[in-house]
């Protein structure tokens, strides 16, 4: 079946860094948009990057411009993030997410992983 | 950046009746929003996209409507496991925005 799951999350110093992966299985993951969102302890969803699914557009959140990178790697059907500089505020619990529409753009999330807990502090 | 109010914030309702949530968008995003419903515990699961589209497997209970910056989620008639938090968001524009979350909780 269709299936996205995380790892990579844990608890970090302010300043560190935190790649944090996202498994896909079940659909041709080469041909599908991927986002990364994250819901703070208590509070709302927050989305925070996209990549296209040929590798040609990304873009990220403006709390996360510049410190996060997303990335793929279609060989492993993984996507990933690189969390650089990271920050207390950046406390969540990351979720990858997958767009819905084949080669194109749709702009929802119609299947999520289980997420993943960062925590920063220190 | 389109910000999306959702209300009420809490909404207190009995098994088998109707409850119908509003989410306003600070713009217009065309019919581009989406509706997620979030269980405690779990991630979200997509209900309706293109503000009125149910996704694959959800009950027709659940209906969306709306344009521009006005939309509604609707439960027809509400089931048990239907009582948890609601997320609208758009994707008219970049940033992707959700809304702060409506929560359906047991009257």
């Known amino acids: 079946q269709v299936q996205l799951v995380e790892s990579g999350g844990g608890v970090v110093q302010p300043g560190e860094s935190l790649r944090l992966s996202c498994e896909a299985s079940g659909f041709t993951f080469s041909k599908y948009n991927m986002n990364w969102v994250r819901q703070a302890p208590g509070k709302g969803l927050e989305w925070v990057a996209f990549?296209?699914?040929?590798?040609?557009?990304?873009y990220y959140a403006d709390s996360v411009q510049g410190r996060f990178t997303i990335s793929k790697d279609n060989s492993k059907n993984t996507l990933y993030l690189q969390m650089n500089s990271l920050k207390t505020e950046d406390t969540a619990v990351y979720y990858c997410?997958?767009?819905?529409?084949?080669?194109?753009?749709?702009?929802?999330?119609?299947?999520w992983g289980q997420g993943t807990m960062v925590t920063v502090s220190s | 950046e389109i910000v999306l109010t959702q209300s009420p914030a809490t909404l207190s309702a009995s098994p088998g009746e109707r409850a119908t949530l509003s989410c306003r968008a600070s713009?217009?995003?065309?019919?581009?929003l989406a509706w997620y419903q979030q269980k405690r515990g779990q991630a979200p699961r997509l209900l309706i996209y293109?503000?009125?589209t149910r996704a694959t497997g959800i009950p027709a209970r659940f209906s969306g409507s709306g344009s521009g910056t006005e939309f509604t989620l609707s439960i027809s008639s509400l089931q048990s496991e239907d009582f948890a938090v609601y997320y609208c968001?758009?994707?008219?524009?970049?940033?992707?925005?959700f809304g702060q979350g409506t929560t359906v909780e047991i009257k």
């Open positions: 968001q758009q994707y008219n524009n970049w940033p992707r925005t």
């Open positions: 997410a997958k767009d819905p529409a084949v080669a194109a753009y749709s702009g929802s999330f119609d299947i």
């Open positions: 990549m296209r699914y040929d590798g040609n557009n990304k």
């Open positions: 293109g503000a009125s």
């Open positions: 713009q217009s995003v065309s019919i581009n």
